[in-house]
């Protein structure tokens, strides 16, 4: 009884040690967040520099506006001064009155020249009746701001494509990591039965050798691969701006726009952001010719200003106001408007030129991802009857090795057949992914903004 009560004691504390233990790992684990491709998207709209430069370029468009309002809204200026003279000034002047008998009488009275001490203040206001290159440039701006948001949203679509890419790359890291997880326990069923046939005399040390040679090359790749993972969710980590251990949630296949080439051709010339903000390019440069033709029109001005001083004026008064008409012609400017109008009609040519480029540059994009669509998914269908295939080979090769019908290079080829069998698929699927979601980007239907 007293050597029984020790080892139910000592078991009872491995039995609770051991819970401990799990829920302490349990509890890790659980410390470890899981980031779905949504949450990376979101977490790359909140926190990746070159995104919020993005949403910076629209904030700037929102102020050139502003600026070019500034040019026809009204405007108005105080002003205050106080003087201070050398010396005042007075000087004398005779005044005749009349008097009751008819006559006139003199008087001298004192006149301020100058004061010693002058104080002034009051308000200039204005505005713009009529500026045809304000307007204009006007706009411009309205239109530069929706040009603005065209290429903001084809930015962030383009960086998030490029993290969907990032996250797909890791999960078929971590099928990489897992495929050669599964070989290194082929490998390991490989050396026990190598083992077992040679302590039963029906195996040569050559096979041992060859076994152990086929494991330790398990475990180079499986570190590899773990390398890999960690590596890829790096650079995943980087674009969404997380810091810290993270796993990702295999997502759900990505479906693929339909339709034939012609078809998505269309489509894509039809919603393409970048197109869209070339057109509004090509737009912008013609009204500009016209912003420099306009400065030949006249412009119409009104300007108000009031004033008070502390000295009256000629005519008795402290306060005096006036409103002014103004009208400005150019005339002639020396040539700076022609050279201009010459300069804005190449900037137009140039910008239709660059639409031009960009209609074939998205003609051929689209044509290009369809095609490289279309082959991987020949291939991934052929990889995964290869796979089938090099699953019953290695199964069919190594029974036969456990009743010594086969040898054990023929267990190493078909270990490696199925091996690489594995690892093609998985790459194919990836190229697949990637292939699907830049297919969809040449189209112009994927946008996660």
Do not use: C
Request: charged share 20%.
């Amino acid at each position: 009884m007293k050597r029984v009560l020790p080892i139910v004691l000592g078991l009872t504390s491995l039995f609770i040690a051991l819970l401990l233990a799990s829920s302490v790992t349990y509890a890790y684990a659980e410390e470890t967040p899981t980031i779905t491709l949504a949450e990376a998207h979101e977490m790359a709209l909140a926190n990746n520099p070159q995104l919020l430069n993005v949403d910076e370029s629209v904030r700037q468009a929102d102020i050139m506006i502003a600026g070019s309002w500034s040019a026809l809204l009204p405007f108005l200026t105080a002003s205050a001064s106080e003087t201070r003279n050398d010396e005042e000034i007075v000087s004398e002047q005779t005044v005749f009155m009349p008097n009751d008998s008819g006559g006139f009488d003199t008087n001298t009275i004192e006149i301020v020249q100058q004061e010693e001490w002058v104080e002034q203040y009051g308000f200039t206001a204005g505005m713009t009746i009529f500026n045809l290159p304000s307007i204009i440039n006007l706009r411009n701006a309205y239109a530069g701001r929706s040009q603005t948001e065209y290429a903001a949203r084809q930015n962030k679509n383009d960086l998030l494509v490029a993290v969907s890419s990032a996250y797909y790359q890791v999960v078929s890291a971590d099928k990489l990591m897992t495929v050669s997880q599964e070989n290194v326990k082929n490998a390991e069923e490989f050396l026990r039965l190598a083992q077992g046939r040679l302590r039963v005399g029906l195996g040569t040390r050559l096979d041992k050798l060859q076994a152990e040679q086929t494991l330790l090359s398990a475990k180079k790749d499986l570190a590899n691969a773990r390398d890999s993972y960690r590596l890829a969710k790096r650079a995943l980590a980087f674009l969404i701006g997380v810091e810290g251990d993270f796993n990702v949630h295999r997502p759900e296949a990505i479906s693929a726009v339909e339709g034939n080439v012609d078809e998505l051709i269309e489509q894509a010339l039809a919603e393409r952001s970048d197109l869209q903000a070339a057109e509004m390019e090509m737009d912008i440069a013609a009204r500009e010719r016209w912003a420099t033709y306009s400065n030949w029109v006249p412009s119409l001005d009104v300007t108000y200003n009031w004033t008070h001083s502390s000295t009256e004026n000629i005519a008795g008064e402290n306060d005096s106001w006036r409103i002014v008409f103004g009208a400005t012609w150019n005339i002639i400017s020396g040539g700076g408007n022609l050279a201009q109008a010459r300069l804005d009609a190449s900037n137009h040519r140039v910008s239709a030129n660059n639409l031009l480029q960009k209609k074939l540059d998205i003609r051929q994009e689209v044509e290009q991802q369809w095609i490289t669509v279309q082959q991987y998914r020949r291939n991934i269908e052929l990889a995964a009857k290869q796979l089938e295939l090099a699953q019953e080979t290695y199964r069919l090769t190594n029974r036969q090795y456990e009743v010594g019908q086969s040898s054990s290079l023929e267990v190493v080829d078909a270990s490696g057949a199925l091996s690489t069998a594995r690892v093609n698929l998985v790459v194919e699927q990836l190229q697949l992914d990637l292939a699907l979601l830049n297919l969809n980007k040449a189209v112009g239907v994927y946008s996660t903004t």
